[in-house]
């Protein structure tokens, strides 16, 4: 397959009567060095066939599966390193797609084209306030300035994508990874576009998608998460010297360590459920001279004995394991607010306190600390190499 250095990713579902006037009007303003790749999300109508009447990549799901799910099948199988994405239903301004790339090549993490800094003229009234009112959450939460997280023009390098890990499935997409992007210390650019009346029927539900996007922004966002770094940082700091070498294991992208990232260099290792910071370095080829390695999550894994071995082979002699894990009794009070519908399923812990210590003996580590912290909610457990 010929490679491309740019891939413009079109979304579709039913969209029979806009999908070739959205890629005629792609072809019309890129040059040789981009692709289009049109995935039909599980189309009923002609979608599918009139895509690829127009000589370009189709991909097609069986089943409609969700905006979201069509936008990953794209990017998994985009060739190109930037990632542009708009939606099939003519509404969207083509010519700035390669404006918005531009951004991408000069240094923005996320670029976006925004209806509320041009003219939008097709929205509606219901959208727009929606728009306006997600958009500004993310504002107060996170403290930059966003005019329109809902657009679905946006450009991006591909990495981002999976380093965002958003968990929307639907047409809150965007706000979601708009949210993560501000949140996690993204460069977030946005540029005037026009907005045009869309070309065949609405897939959005005003009511329950704008009950979708609030819970993408409270996900992308997490305002409260931000006292949980307040509670953590001065725990963490006092025991991680500055200019050191960390090795992040956990499924949280590093959180609990993107507030030293500035003064460290961090590698997470795995698949995040959250977003990665800007900040930490996401890698596959681990290396064996660590000061510290930081596991979290570790209700999950504890028994893995695998995995501390792991943390201690990848240590230069001396280094730490700083483990940071939920208290067992803790841990007991949220099972019950589990049951009682109050919170989401949580994973069962199969240890007692005293067992971390022993396992850490048995991996080779010599414990240093066990401290129980947050009125004790968590606790910090400490091994040297």
Not at 101 to 107: A, F, K, P, R, T
Request: charged share 25%; aromatic share 8%; glycine share 8%.
């Amino acid at each position: 397959m010929e490679s491309k250095k740019y891939t413009v990713v079109i979304p579709a579902y039913n969209e029979e009567e806009a999908i070739i006037s959205t890629i005629e009007g792609v072809k019309g303003v890129i040059n040789e060095s981009y692709e289009i790749l049109v995935v039909d999300d599980g189309s009923h109508d002609k979608t599918f066939e009139l895509a690829e009447s127009c000589n370009v990549r189709v991909i097609r799901h069986e089943k409609n599966k969700g905006k979201a799910a069509a936008l990953e099948t794209g990017v998994k199988n985009a060739n190109g390193d930037i990632i542009a994405t708009i939606d099939a239903d003519c509404t969207y301004e083509t010519a700035k797609i390669r404006d918005l790339v531009i951004l991408i090549e000069n240094g923005a993490d996320l670029a976006i084209g925004s209806r509320f800094l041009g003219r939008a003229e097709g929205l509606k009234l219901l959208n727009r306030a929606g728009n306006w009112l997600f958009s500004s959450l993310i504002s107060l939460f996170t403290g930059q300035k966003v005019t329109d997280a809902q657009s679905g023009l946006r450009a991006f390098r591909r990495e981002l994508f999976f380093r965002l890990a958003v968990q929307a499935k639907g047409l809150d997409w965007e706000t979601e990874m708009t949210a993560r992007s501000v949140r996690e210390g993204y460069s977030v650019v946005e540029i005037p576009i026009e907005y045009y009346e869309r070309v065949g029927t609405s897939k959005l539900h005003p009511f329950k998608d704008g009950y979708r996007m609030l819970r993408g922004v409270l996900r992308g966002a997490r305002p409260l998460s931000g006292i949980r770094r307040v509670l953590v940082r001065n725990i963490i700091n006092r025991h991680i010297a500055p200019g050191s070498k960390i090795l992040y294991i956990g499924l949280d992208g590093g959180s609990l360590v993107s507030h030293i990232a500035d003064r460290n260099t961090i590698h997470f290792t795995g698949k995040a459920e959250s977003p990665i910071a800007k900040n930490i370095i996401w890698t596959e080829n681990v290396d064996t001279d660590y000061d510290y390695a930081v596991i979290t999550n570790l209700q999950d894994v504890i028994e893995d004995v695998e995995l501390l071995r792991f943390a201690y082979s990848h240590l230069k002699k001396g280094g730490k394991t700083v483990i940071w894990l939920s208290n067992t009794n803790a841990h007991a009070i949220l099972s019950w607010f589990m049951l009682l519908g109050l919170i989401g399923k949580i994973v069962h812990i199969r240890y007692y306190s005293g067992n971390i210590t022993k396992i850490l003996e048995h991996t080779g580590f010599v414990p240093v600390l066990f401290e129980r912290c947050n009125l004790h909610i968590n606790i910090l457990v400490i091994g040297r190499k």
